[in-house]
């Protein structure tokens, strides 16, 4: 496990590499991508927003949800990504999504620098801000 500091800046430059953001983000899309269709279906971004549990805990403390209420967000999360109403999630909407995400971050941090630790092995896209900011300072 190790841990990184890291701030607004920190996100923004990771998203202005554009070739390094884009690379990061393509390879989260085809991770996401289960049957190798080159779109995310309802159900397989579901499956991801599922796995990062951040509706179902508080603090990392479970909480009680009703599924219907776990429908309706992840359905209105999914609208957001659809820019298109296709019912499916190109990468292109998929790039565009995650560069407001990561842009609303930055914006969140601010100047402030938070720590965060992290597992070696974790793929997140502020990790790879994180590691990208570390390899500018070698």
């Not at 796995?51 to 309706?72: K, Y």
């Not at 019912?87 to 914006?107: G, N, P, Q, T």
């Amino acid at each position: 496990m190790g841990v990184v500091i890291i701030d607004g800046s920190t996100v923004r430059d990771f998203v202005s590499n554009e070739e390094h953001f884009n690379k990061s983000v393509d390879e989260k899309f085809s991770s996401l991508d289960l049957n190798r269709d080159g779109v995310l279906s309802r159900s397989e971004l579901r499956k991801a927003f599922e796995s990062f549990r951040l509706l179902e805990t508080h603090f990392g403390v479970d909480e009680a949800t009703a599924p219907e209420e776990l429908a309706r967000l992840y359905d209105s999360i999914f609208e957001k990504f659809d820019c298109d109403g296709s019912e499916s999630v190109d990468l292109e909407e998929f790039r565009s999504e995650m560069r407001k995400i990561m842009l609303a971050i930055a914006d969140g941090l601010g100047s402030s620098p938070i720590q965060m630790a992290l597992e070696d092995d974790d793929e997140s896209l502020l990790k790879q801000a994180a590691d990208l900011e570390a390899s500018k300072n070698q």
